[in-house]
């Protein structure tokens, strides 16, 4: 068992919902993505998908755009974001860490070398935003080998055949982009959302969390009412682009603290 599925076997165990923030490493500081991370751990994350800067982010809306820009223009590549999951390791064993990105930096590395480093590291899954599942068998079979879960996207849009291919290959969960559109959009009809998971339901036997458009603990709480976990990416992203380094661990502890009470309430 992965720590990611040990993960929400504990939370289902204990009748909560997981509480998954995303940020990009190398974001808003070089240094400052595994103080981040502890603190947002400690804080009550559950999961916590790194995003690993690249140059074309097209599934991104304009605050992640920003920070995948600055953190690959400060030279943070797929190397250092290993580096800071192996960093956070040494004082944090439990908090299942997911890498997403793109096809692009894995495919430059070298699919069987990043396995390899990214056990190594501690990584516990990876969701490749360009990678449909019919195209990378191969790789969410090296990510098993090693305990790693294959995380998918599925859309509004996904049809029941596409639901139940990626139900074929997808481990820990599997993420709801809950509307059409980019990271950020501030338009979520969480109605919409509550008729759709029943139907992912049907094909997709691991967790779903659900994410894009979710900015406040409100909107977090009625998703978490009928998903299995909370994505939220752009609005800390956006909260941590204006603060000094000293001020940024605190900032992102705080925002999960809030989140993290509205799921638990």
């Known amino acids: 068992m992965s720590r990611i599925q040990a993960t929400f076997a504990r939370l289902a165990a204990e009748g909560r919902k997981a509480l998954i923030p995303f940020v990009t490493a190398g974001y808003p500081y070089p240094d400052v993505t595994v103080e981040l991370m502890l603190a947002m751990a400690e804080a009550g994350a559950d999961v916590i998908e ?3 800067p690249f140059s074309d982010p097209m599934a991104d809306g304009p605050v992640i755009q920003r920070a995948a820009e600055r953190a690959v223009k400060a030279g943070i590549g797929l190397k250092a974001v290993l580096a800071d999951v192996q960093a956070f390791r040494v004082s944090n064993q439990l908090t ?3 890498l997403m990105g793109y ?3 894995i495919e430059r590395y070298g699919l069987d070398r990043f396995v390899l ?6 990584v516990d899954g990876v969701l490749v935003v360009d990678y449909p599942p019919e195209e990378c068998v191969r790789f969410a079979a090296l990510l098993k080998e090693q305990d790693m879960d294959a995380i998918f996207l599925l859309a509004p849009t996904s049809t029941d055949a596409r639901m139940q291919r990626v139900g074929e290959v997808a481990s820990g969960y599997v993420y709801y982009v809950s509307l059409k559109g980019v990271t950020g959009a501030g338009h979520l009809n969480t109605a919409a959302v509550a008729e759709m998971i029943p139907r992912i339901r049907r094909h997709i036997s691991v967790p779903v969390g659900v994410g894009f458009g979710i900015r406040d603990a409100a909107t977090a709480r009625a998703v978490a009412d009928v998903s299995d976990a909370v994505v939220i990416g752009s609005r800390l992203v956006e909260l941590l682009e204006v603060q000094p380094r000293d001020n940024v661990a605190l900032t992102g502890a705080q925002f999960i603290r809030e989140i993290r009470s509205a799921l638990d309430a």
């Open 50 to 52: 790194l995003g690993v």
């Open 96 to 98: 299942p860490v997911v």
């Open 103 to 105: 096809a692009n930096p």
């Open 117 to 122: 480093d990214a056990k190594a590291a501690g």
